[in-house]
């Protein structure tokens, strides 16, 4: 049970800044729903209720001391497994993909909790291995993650499966300090890369690539999403054209506004000034999990918390240089903003999980840490 001390540690920093951006996501979800063209108030209505659960689970979670996750690393794995091969079976598909599990009052997407439990399995795996570190540990590592990426790319959800290799190339890069194993790791990567293009992809997926190397192949139709972004994001301006006034966005010429392209959304309504704002809210944040992690003694809640940064930096990263033209379009969330029960709900949980290794953890110093 939580004592005084423990209380005092909780980091009003992160939960604040987390707390902004849902806020910032809800702002969004119900700007689209004024729509003149089919604004759907039913999905803000929604992401209202998934952001109650999330911070009830938040209450929760920190409620739970870190190490009972540690223990439980590997049981919390297979049920992930589980539920990954469960899909398969039983899911219902939305955009060619076959990954929701329909639990009657919401749909569930095992991919996301697939990102966390990778999280807590890779934290549990570098916490156990034996110095020094070889390659046999980045093949188990590799091992350890491949039933994740491997059965998400048979739903297939090429962006989930590739959030898990970044994820997992990130923490490697972290723990392991022999720089000569990274050209083992790029192997590796262009050894999956290549079995995904051919075994994995549709047809539909492998357009988007290739259009991402030229819009211009075909710019009305796996070209249209990125084309629009673009111009949503430039028509904003410096200030923007205000709050439910974006004429891509509540017009639809911008399609998946509310999930992929919910930063576009964003940057067309608040303009530039907004969208450097929202940029610079995610970048204290991930800058504030660094800094944290850097306090914490305890091997697995280290990686625990710089995985949640890599994470979280990864899918803002990946999701914006989608709205942006910069990378192809791979359906990949905007952390805390884009639309869906399970990414927010698996977000705010990665958040609970850090704070409450910075309200277990046995610091030396307080002091220290009170200086964050």
Not at 28 to 35: K, V
Not at 60 to 86: E, K, M, N, P, Q
Not at 215 to 231: A, F, R
Not at 324 to 346: A, C, D, M, N, T
């Amino acid at each position: 049970m939580l004592n005084f001390s423990q209380i005092k540690r909780f980091d009003v920093i992160i939960f604040f800044l987390t707390l902004f951006l849902i806020i910032v996501g809800l702002l969004a979800q119900y700007s689209l729903s004024l729509s003149p063209n089919e604004g759907k108030i039913g999905d803000f209505k929604k992401q209202s209720i998934f952001v109650v659960v999330g911070l009830i689970l938040f209450l929760i979670i920190i409620l739970i001391d870190f190490r009972f996750v540690r223990s439980s690393a590997y049981l919390i794995y297979l049920l992930t497994i589980f539920l990954l091969i469960g899909v398969l079976f039983f899911g219902e598909s939305l955009r060619g993909v076959k990954g929701w599990l329909n639990l009657g009052f919401f749909r569930f997407q095992p991919a996301e909790l697939a990102k966390l439990t990778a999280i807590i399995a890779l934290a549990k795996f570098w916490q156990e291995a034996r110095r020094p570190l070889s390659a046999k540990h980045i093949i188990f590592s590799f091992i350890l993650i491949f039933p994740f990426v491997f059965l998400i790319l048979l739903q297939p959800d090429f962006g989930s499966a590739a959030m898990i290799l970044v994820l997992w190339f990130g923490v490697l890069f972290l723990v392991d300090k022999n720089k000569k194993h990274f050209l083992f790791l790029l192997i590796i990567i262009l050894i999956v890369s290549s079995l995904s293009w051919i075994m994995f992809l549709q047809d539909y997926q492998k357009d988007r690539i290739l259009t991402y190397l030229n819009l211009q192949n075909d710019p009305l139709n796996n070209g249209w999403q990125t084309k629009q972004s673009i111009v949503a994001v430039g028509s904003g301006r410096v200030l923007g054209r205000g709050f439910g006034l974006g004429t891509q966005s509540q017009l639809k010429f911008l399609p998946a506004g509310e999930t992929d392209f919910i930063f576009a959304v964003l940057a067309e309504e608040f303009g530039f000034i907004g969208s450097f704002f929202l940029l610079m809210v995610y970048t204290f944040l991930f800058y504030r999990l660094i800094k944290v992690s850097q306090m914490i003694y305890d091997n697995f809640g280290v990686i625990l918390v710089l995985g949640t940064m890599i994470s979280l930096f990864f899918q803002t990263f990946i999701n914006i240089g989608m709205n942006l033209g910069l990378v192809p379009v791979v359906g990949v969330p905007l952390p805390f903003l884009s639309y869906g029960g399970s990414s927010l709900l698996i977000s705010i949980i990665l958040i609970a999980l850090v704070e409450s290794v910075i309200m277990y953890q046995p610091f030396t110093k307080y002091e220290d840490m009170l200086k964050l």
